[in-house]
């Protein structure tokens, strides 16, 4: 499990541990370990990450299927998602108050964050020896999920619920083995979703002109920087008050004070946020389109769960993986997209790109008691 780099590898409790063999007292521990918070990210970045308890009651083993569901992706680690747990049965439903208005102003992002979790839940349902039958949302506004006994699966999908992540870095530039990428093109898809690989120039050279473009457009938006600030956390005491959103270390850069982060995106050039990701385009093995025949939430939801189905696949055969949907969030160059990549009619989802790399920093996700919806409101 990848820890953030050049920071010391000691848990909150061994830290403590040290301070006492030391002769430093309780009160004086304490004091250094609040001076001291990356320990406190590693051990957040991990508590969330335990593995699954099994055969434990079957409330406290739905609340461990949520919480799997939540390591998910999602737009902008705003984790948009409430469940209502039910006799035998799990909802998932979207959460309003975290939408993205500007970047996914239908909330089309925000569904396929849904399905993603659906994914992970209906992934870690089948090891721990649940069946899922889903329902998608159409009239309804959430995804029902009922769970029936079944015969524990043993699958390495599960076992990468843990280790995905969105690698955000410069990839080593090899081609992905033969027999793996044989392996990951016949990953069982859902009714509706297909996938298209570009794998060689021009074509990708094709691909890349629209980020450029996507690139330019989004950063010369100031509602667009803005709603990105808000969710970006700059330092670690940031990202461990809110439990959300973009930690900067996850994307490869350094710590800073909150104003100072503030100040320096605002100030990001269109052309120099281009240029990073071309190189990091250009330093993968290839990209995967996610289309689909149509464009509404039963069809996002099914979009997210291919995509993390995918995202796990490659995990498990330790191929990286991040998105480069800027194309795609810009409704002008979306449907250009759709023809320049000879798509027909189907709706362009997500772009990935994926290849070799070394993990990054792990994100954080709020704990299980935060998203679950209070009976009250259901
Ligand atoms: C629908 C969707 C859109 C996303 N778009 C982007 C994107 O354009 N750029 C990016 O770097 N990450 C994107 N992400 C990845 C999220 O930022 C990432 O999943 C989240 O921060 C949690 O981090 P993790 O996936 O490493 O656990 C997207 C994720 C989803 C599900």
Redesign the pocket.
Known sequence: MNTIPSRPRLSRRSFVKLLAAAGVTTAGGYLLVEAAPWLDYEAQANDIRRPLARKVPMSAQMRELIRYAT?A?????TQPWQFVLKDNAIEIHPDYTRRLPVVDPHDR?LW??LG?ALENLRVAARATGYAAEVTYPDGVDYIHIRLTAATPQNNPLFKAIEL???T?SDYDGHAVKGADLDDVQALHLEPGVTLRYVLNSPELETVLAYVHQGNLRQYADQAFVAELIDWLRFNQKDALASLDG?FSR??GHPEVPGWLGRLFVAGTKPQQQADVDARKLRSSAGVVVIASESDDKATWVRT?QV?ERLALKMTSLNIKS?????PL?VAELRSQFQSALSLGASWPQ?LIRFGYAEAMP??LRRPVEAVIMPPEME
Do not use: D, P, T
């Open positions: 390591l992706a999602n737009g902008h680690n992002e396929i964050s993603c995905r992540q969105n955000r973009l996850c994307s997210g995509y991040a998105f480069l949907n800027q969030e997500l792990r994100s």
